[in-house]
């Protein structure tokens, strides 16, 4: 029994460091000048706050990768969320989205936010600054409702 579990545990071993080679990229595409959210939109102080803590990370080209971001499996789950979370709003490439979609991903921030949806909870059981208060959520959802109405009227 003593042997049987010597050599699973040395497979295992060798299984997790054979694992470290498959490494998908860890990217930050450039962000380009005036592309960005915070170009396009008027931020307050506070909002800027909420969302550089709770949201760019997996939905802008400026991640902060963490430590564990190196280590597979790990590395996998972290780099398909980050890569999931750009595909559906990407707050570094806002200048791309036409306005009858800015409006709807703003809608989304609120909806999302308010209904507990984001941030994921599998960041937030790391990440535990980046939860959502109910002040937060307040914050994201009365800017985001200011903004559409911007947008509308600049149609």
Excluded at 17 to 41: C, I, L, T, W
Excluded at 61 to 72: C, E, G, K, L, M
């Amino acid at each position: 029994m003593k042997k049987f579990l010597k050599l699973t545990v040395v497979a295992l071993s060798l299984v997790f460091a054979a694992v470290q080679f498959v490494r998908p990229a860890r990217v930050n595409p450039p962000v380009v000048a005036g592309h960005s959210f915070e170009e396009s939109v008027a931020l307050t102080p506070q909002v800027s706050e909420v969302l550089n803590r709770s949201c760019m990370d997996c939905h802008s080209n400026r991640t902060d990768w963490p430590w564990y971001s190196n280590v597979a499996p790990v590395s996998w789950f972290v780099i398909d969320h980050v890569n999931h979370g750009r595909s559906h709003l990407n707050f570094s490439e806002w200048a791309s989205y036409d306005r009858e979609e800015a409006g709807q991903l703003l809608d989304a921030i609120c909806a999302f936010s308010k209904g507990g949806r984001m941030p994921l909870d599998s960041y937030t059981l790391i990440h535990r600054s980046a939860r959502l208060s109910p002040a937060d959520v307040k914050t994201l959802c009365d800017w985001s409702q200011g903004e559409q109405r911007r947008l509308a009227l600049a149609r």
